[in-house]
């Protein structure tokens, strides 16, 4: 019998122009008196930037300005930035990350690959089981959903939750609190999918995707969140006229020139900045299959601009007017879904089975709609984080955050902030001058 071989790869090749010529990661808290400046000098290749800016914004840094260049071979990024609260990066363990990360043990070993504590996408993580929905919002269903959960005796470790143009999607890390078999334990996993199911279609089959899945694979949860919805299609705004009346100095100015003599397509974009907003562009830019060669990022008070020089994968700009339409409105939208004007609700308790059922429940008999959320668990304590408005849409009264502080905040602490559309909030007891970015706190969780 005659024998056929095919080509050898040597697994070792993929990572030899790294080795040859290793990542530079410089971490400068000399050269600026206001932030820290982040260096990176590396071999391009597809997707970089955004891992560099998703390890930045994991560990909650925000970036104030950044100067890119990747074109030809290689990728030269310098990145400012600072702590949440606006100070430098001092923390040896932050800056021992950011060097590890993003150096060459980084890219050889995977890191950016399979950051922990950012993944969803898993029909486990450890001893968690992932579950993805997405389908039309309404009042109360974060409420109808915990209710499952806590019903069959699932506990939720972790979750974040977005809605966007009454659409929802959430991704939720929950574990057993059964000590049941294992074929028990599968078998409440059909009965939860199918009830998911049908309370995400509500009263009347929603023909426009919803659905509840056990999911498979492994994404970055906000990078899996806005794939959720780019999916779903909610940039196209099929129910805008229903949406919250978002602040006018809230919205988005996405604009798309050409740069003939460059042969580039240049991206502008102009808004209010909030943490993330870059990670949030990259992110939608990268999985439409454009790279970034060249883009400058500076926030100036309470904006920022942002300006990005892009071709598709393929080498080409953005010819037609309707490739150009879709790219703004993609953007648009991915700068809006992580909008939360209003109230936010912070709490923590010991965590319990029910839980999030509980307080998603009293904020539902309030006549509340949960408009964001994160939930997080590290140890026997929950933390979780809802920024909330009215059923209508509205911002929430005052004598209505009186009642929740009544009724909550017996039982566990309760932390109520508002941001800058919202009235004067009285300051609470408990985690009053505290807050937590569930960023960090879910990376610890999985750690």
Excluded at 49 to 61: A, F, G, R, S, Y
Excluded at 127 to 133: F, G, M, P, Q, R
Excluded at 331 to 359: M, N, T, Y
Excluded at 410 to 425: F, I, Y
Aim: a negative charge; hydrophobic letters at 35%.
């Amino acid at each position: 019998m005659a024998r056929s071989y095919g080509p050898y790869f040597d697994p070792e090749y993929e990572t030899l122009s790294i080795r040859i010529n290793p990542p530079r990661v410089s971490v400068d808290n000399a050269s600026s008196k206001d932030c820290t400046l982040v260096k990176v000098d590396s071999i391009n290749k597809p997707g970089i930037l955004l891992e560099v800016v998703q390890i930045l914004t994991d560990l909650d840094l925000v970036i104030t300005k950044a100067y890119i260049s990747s074109d030809g071979g290689w990728f030269m990024d310098v990145f400012h930035v600072t702590d949440q609260h606006g100070n430098k990066v001092t923390d040896s363990n932050t800056i021992g990350h950011i060097e590890k990360a993003l150096g060459p043990e980084g890219y050889t070993s995977g890191i950016l690959k399979t950051r922990p504590g950012r993944k969803v996408g898993e029909s486990s993580v450890g001893d968690y089981t992932t579950i993805e929905l997405i389908g039309r919002d309404r009042p109360g269903l974060l409420s109808e959903i915990s209710a499952v959960l806590a019903n069959l005796h699932f506990n939720v470790a972790a979750a974040e939750v977005w809605t966007h143009n009454r659409r929802i999607a959430c991704v939720l890390y929950i574990n057993d609190n059964c000590s049941s078999l294992d074929e028990d334990e599968e078998s409440r996993l059909c009965v939860m999918e199918e009830q998911l199911n049908n309370i995400l279609r509500g009263r009347e089959d929603d023909e426009s995707g919803a659905h509840a899945t056990l999911s498979v694979g492994s994404t970055h949860v906000d990078r899996r969140l806005h794939q959720m919805f780019v999916a779903d299609r909610d940039y196209e705004g099929g129910c805008l006229e229903m949406e919250i009346e978002y602040p006018p100095n809230s919205k988005p100015d996405v604009r798309i020139e050409s740069c003939v003599e460059k042969g580039y397509s240049v991206v502008s974009v102009s808004c209010k900045d909030r943490p993330k907003l870059m990670f949030d562009i990259v992110c939608t830019l990268t999985d439409m299959q454009y790279a970034v060669f060249h883009a400058t990022i500076s926030s100036a008070g309470p904006s920022a601009s942002q300006e990005y020089f892009i071709r598709h994968m393929d080498g080409c700009t953005l010819e037609s007017e309707a490739e150009k339409e879709r790219v703004v409105k993609c953007i648009e939208a991915a700068i809006r879904r992580r909008i939360s004007d209003g109230f936010s609700l912070e709490l923590c308790a010991k965590d319990r089975v029910g839980l999030l059922s509980e307080v998603t429940r009293v904020l539902r008999e309030n006549g509340l709609s949960v408009t964001r959320a994160g939930v997080t668990t590290i140890g026997e304590k929950a933390k979780n984080v809802f920024y909330i408005r009215d059923a209508s849409g509205k911002p929430v009264e005052m004598k209505t955050i009186e009642r929740l502080h009544e009724e909550i905040g017996q039982t566990m602490m309760l932390n109520v902030k508002k941001g800058p559309t919202s009235a004067k909030v009285p300051e609470t007891g408990g985690l009053a001058k505290t807050s937590f970015f569930f960023g960090g706190l879910l990376e610890k969780f999985l750690t």
